[in-house]
């Protein structure tokens, strides 16, 4: 039987003074070491009789890289590039169905026709082009969440026309970031994620950690009536005020099932990239009878793994999981399951849904192991005393009495654009007015957490570029601005972003 969730639901941007600093620098950037120096020969007296030669340049000795590591979850797309360094593949966005509900068909909005579209892998340093077409009725983009690309490579139509129907737009940029991310258009971005046009990116670490094996965990929901059709997009009051919660449960695609199983082979270790879509779901996860550790949140690993009994993945929000699988006995099962409120003697309390049922299948079972992990050391960005930015997230009703999602008082165009200095750093006070949440999530930048209400984060230090901010809460960031441009920042819930919710950053 398919899990149907009830629709039992839980605030934007702009102003500031920059400060500057020296010439811009990119932190993240790894240092293998320092290039030798050479000592000068000693001169020697030239012979005119001597006959010059140009000396043969000798090739440099090209390196064989190790095979990525096995990705389940969702299928890859295809690499049409015999470069390994180089990741070249065909993007189509196209009409298609979908199977959710037994014996209806839901219309769909796919990339090359699967959904989710296909998982793009790669290695950090890698060039990634792709060739996008648009054979939808509407305009659309493709937007790099979380990736630090060129501005004009960025998807948002700040920065980029709309594709049109019919036409086509070549990406090309390098990875420079180890982690997981996604793609989805920004034109419509509430209608055409929910649609079905998203997918999943995975760049790995020039030389990965040995799990034993990587999956892909993509959450999401979608509404839909009984015959299969998906609800119409109305933006009615509780959208406007929450969001669009779907009342079907999606795990990589498929609608979850109190059937769906996970066949695990006895002491495995493996890496599971969790990534939540959704439009407005804040997706809460457990695991039960296994192991497991958050190992990288949105901008890849994180100095400390740490543990915790429930781990929240805000729309946009993207966190790494070690799963080791060993039950005391063969015969023992687990779950993977996910939270939603549920009323309960007039009272809203979570309860778990089964994603998965995890068991021991019939491989003989690995011996125990760890997974080394690399060091990882966070840059000291510095931090104020007080902000060197301040936004404000607020919403009130607007001229029809709907609601309107505002950044400092405006909606998206109305702002007057935050401005930086290329190079600067900022500390950035994040002030939520209201008692919705807003996951805030800023283009082309990583940003550290620093604090919430005044008291140190605790689990949350890593790079991250979306970043949930709670009821009536001040978050405190750490960020550099290193690349040049426009850049949207705005909240990832969908529709308050579509309200207004949703400004700009010039970084020059």
Same mark, same amino acid.
């Given at each position: ?5 009830? $629709?039992?639901?839980? +605030? ?10 020296? *010439?811009?620098?990119d932190?993240?950037?790894s ?5 030798p %120096?050479?000592?000068?020969?000693p ?27 096995? $990705? ?18 065909? !993007?189509?966005?196209?009409? *298609? ?8 068909v839901t219309?769909?909005?796919?990339y090359?026709?699967?959904f ?7 290695? %950090? ?16 983009? %493709?937007?790099?969440?979380?990736l ?6 960025d998807?948002?139509? +700040? ?10 737009f ?16 920004h ?47 109305? +933006? ?11 009342n079907?449960?999606? +795990? ?11 066949? !695990?082979?006895?002491g %495995?270790?493996e890496? =599971? ?11 809460? $996860? ?5 192991e =497991?550790?958050?190992?990288? *949140? ?11 009994? $429930? ?8 966190y ?8 005391? *006995? ?5 779950e ?13 309390k979570?309860?778990p849904?089964v ?5 021991s299948?019939?491989?003989?079972? !690995? ?5 080394e992990?690399p ?14 930015i ?15 999602w ?16 290329l190079?600067?750093y ?7 007015k209201?008692?919705q ?14 604090s919430r209400?005044? &008291? ?5 230090a890593?790079? &991250? ?6 009821? &009536?809460?001040?978050?405190?960031l ?8 426009? =850049?949207m ?20």
């Amino acid at each position: 039987m398919k899990y149907v969730v009830s $629709l039992i639901v839980s +605030l934007g941007l702009v102003s500031a003074c920059a400060s500057s600093s020296d *010439s811009p620098v990119d932190e993240f950037a790894s240092v293998d070491g320092v290039e030798p %120096v050479d000592e000068p020969a000693p001169e020697r007296t030239p012979d005119p009789n001597e006959q010059k030669t140009e000396p043969e340049p000798v090739a440099e000795p090209e390196l064989e890289l190790a095979p990525l590591p096995e $990705l389940l979850g969702v299928p890859l797309a295809e690499d049409l590039n015999d470069d390994p360094k180089i990741i070249e593949i065909n !993007l189509t966005a196209q009409t *298609s169905e979908h199977v959710f509900i037994e014996d209806t068909v839901t219309p769909m909005w796919t990339y090359n026709g699967q959904f989710p579209g296909p998982a793009i892998q790669a290695r %950090v340093g890698d060039r990634l082009i792709v060739h996008f077409t648009n054979n939808l009725p509407d305009s659309t983009t %493709v937007h790099w969440h979380g990736l630090r690309v060129p501005n004009e490579m960025d998807g948002a139509p +700040l920065v980029q026309q709309p594709v049109q129907p019919g036409e086509t737009f070549t990406y090309d940029f390098k990875l420079k970031d180890a982690g997981s991310y996604w793609y989805h258009p920004h034109v419509q971005t509430h209608i055409q994620v929910e649609r079905g046009l998203y997918g999943p990116i995975v760049v790995h670490e020039a030389e990965p950690p040995a799990y034993d094996v990587e999956r892909i965990v993509f959450l999401d929901d979608i509404r839909l009536e009984m015959d299969g059709n998906r609800s119409p997009f109305n +933006l009615t009051h509780p959208e406007r005020m929450h969001g669009r919660y779907g009342n079907v449960l999606l +795990l990589n695609g498929k609608a979850v099932d109190e059937g769906d199983s996970l066949a !695990l082979r006895h002491g %495995v270790v493996e890496r =599971w990239r969790v990534m939540n879509s959704a439009n407005a779901r804040t997706a809460q $996860l457990d695991l039960m009878a296994a192991e =497991w550790r958050v190992i990288a *949140s949105d901008g890849g690993l994180v100095p400390e793994p740490f543990t915790t009994e $429930l781990l929240q993945i805000a729309p946009g929000e993207r966190y790494d999981l070690e799963m080791r699988w060993n039950p005391e *006995s063969a015969e023992d099962s687990g779950e993977l399951r996910y939270w939603v409120p549920v009323v309960e003697n007039e009272q809203v309390k979570l309860a778990p849904i089964v994603l998965q049922t995890l068991f021991s299948n019939d491989e003989e079972a !690995l011996a125990a192991h760890d997974v080394e992990l690399p060091e990882v050391t966070l840059p000291e960005w510095p931090v104020e005393d007080m902000p060197t930015i301040t936004i404000e997230l607020d919403g009130k009703p607007g001229f029809n009495g709907q609601i309107q999602w505002m950044l400092n008082g405006k909606v998206y165009g109305q702002h007057i654009p935050i401005k930086v200095d290329l190079g600067s750093y900022h500390t950035i006070d994040i002030v939520n007015k209201q008692a919705q949440v807003h996951p805030m999530h800023i283009h082309g930048h990583f940003f550290q957490v620093i604090s919430r209400n005044g &008291k140190p984060v605790v689990n949350e230090a890593g790079f &991250k570029d979306t970043v949930m901010v709670g009821a &009536k809460e001040t978050v405190r960031l750490s960020i550099l601005f290193d690349n040049p441009g426009q =850049w949207m920042y705005h909240c990832h819930i969908l529709e308050h972003a579509k309200m207004g919710m949703m400004g700009v950053i010039e970084v020059y």
